[in-house]
């Protein structure tokens, strides 16, 4: 039976929305316009930068949904730390940091905050294995995010983003407790790839074990058409998460 797509969603999809805009007010109504379906917002550096916390806390307002502050965290440890407690009042249930920046620093963010899933950032997916080999790791991609991801975790991190296809060693490696998080996803009827270079749909990096994913254009897009548009297009891709085979 197909659902009412005006009433308010029961059960929230696994999905971090990217809420990857310059503008505040338009960040507020995707806010809006897909609270009842989004369990995660996901605030980059674009957006800190420009609107600092009162920007965080006008998001924080207009829904109950987690906060992800993905300021990928890279500096000594002290700074880190300094970083940590000058956001820890925003309350983020993730915030990022490189896990290549080391155990010490991903210890001292996790030490500043308790109640924060530290969350580390293993190998970029936008790197290719040229990219990886021209930085100087040792190993291919998917060998480098499994030992960044252990060393994350090892250090405090509770939560990894990698990309979809590094899910099932990490996943293997870090066992079931630790956050997995992706990006790099694609909805099966998404045209567009973007600048995704290689992707997989959200249902399969959930079905490999991804705890959740991150999506931006594929549902922002749809904003030019409303909100009603957009919210629609939140639930479509829901559905397709939680469709049963
Ligand atoms: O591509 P999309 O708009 O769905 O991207 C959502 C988020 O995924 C972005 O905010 C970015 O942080 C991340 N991303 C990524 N790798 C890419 C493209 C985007 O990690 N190649």
């Given at each position: 039976m197909p659902i009412d797509r005006r009433k308010p969603m029961t059960t929230k999809a696994p999905i971090v929305l990217a809420v990857d805009t310059s503008d505040l007010d338009t960040a507020i109504s995707w806010v809006k316009a897909t609270a009842d379906i989004v369990s995660v917002y996901k605030l980059g550096l674009e957006f800190f930068l420009t609107f600092g916390s009162d920007g965080v806390n006008a998001i924080t307002q207009n829904t109950e949904a987690d906060i992800?502050?993905?300021?990928?965290?890279?500096?000594?440890?002290h700074t880190v730390a300094g970083a940590a407690h000058a956001v820890s009042s925003l309350k983020p249930k993730?915030?990022?940091?490189?896990?290549?920046?080391?155990?010490?620093?991903?210890?001292?963010?996790a030490d500043a905050l308790p109640s924060t899933f530290v969350t580390g950032v293993?190998?970029?997916?936008?790197?290719?294995e040229t990219d990886v080999e021209e930085i100087g790791f040792k190993d291919n991609a998917l060998d480098s995010a499994v030992r960044l991801a252990a060393l994350?975790?090892?250090?405090?991190?509770?939560?990894?983003?990698?990309?979809?296809l590094e899910i099932?060693?990490?996943r293997q490696s870090v066992g079931s407790d630790i956050t997995i998080i992706t990006p790099g996803v694609r909805p099966a009827d998404t045209a567009h790839k973007d600048d995704q270079a290689r992707t997989m749909t959200p249902r399969e990096a959930i079905d490999r074990g991804a705890n959740l994913v991150v999506i931006g254009r594929p549902i922002t897009m749809s904003w030019e058409k409303g909100a009603q548009a957009m919210r629609e297009r939140a639930i479509e891709i829901a559905q397709q998460i939680n469709s049963v085979h």
């Open positions: 992800f502050l993905d300021l990928k965290l890279h500096d000594i440890a993730y915030l990022t940091v490189h896990a290549s920046g080391g155990s010490a620093m991903i210890r001292a963010a293993t190998i970029l997916t936008s790197l290719s994350a975790t090892h250090a405090g991190a509770r939560a990894i983003v990698c990309s979809p099932v060693a990490i």
